[in-house]
C-alpha cells in the first residue's frame, strides 16, 4: 500500500519528506524502501523537520523532468 501510494505521488510530481526522529524504527520492508527512496528525488526520510525542509525547499526549485 505505500509503494503504490507514494509511486501515485511521484507520477503527480509532489515531494514528499516523512521525519522519523529515531532512524532506528525503521525496519523490515519498509526501512529497505525507505532507505532506497532516499537515492531519488520524490520522496525521502529524515530524522529533523529542519533538514527535510530545506530538502522540500532545494527540491521546489528544480525542473520537472
Do not use: C
Not at 509503494?3 to 525496519?27: C, P, R, S, Y
Not at 532507505?35 to 526520510?45: L, Y
Request: charge should be negative; proline fraction near 2%; hydrophobic fraction near 45%.
Amino acid at each position: 500500500l505505500a509503494g503504490a501510494l507514494l509511486n501515485k505521488f511521484k507520477t503527480h510530481h509532489i515531494k514528499i519528506a516523512l521525519i522519523i526522529q529515531d532512524m532506528g524504527l525503521l525496519e523490515g520492508r519498509f526501512g529497505e524502501m525507505a532507505m532506497e527512496s532516499n537515492k531519488g528525488n520524490e520522496f525521502r526520510v529524515y530524522d529533523s523537520v529542519q533538514t527535510a525542509t530545506e530538502w522540500i525547499i532545494q527540491a521546489a526549485h528544480e525542473p520537472v523532468t
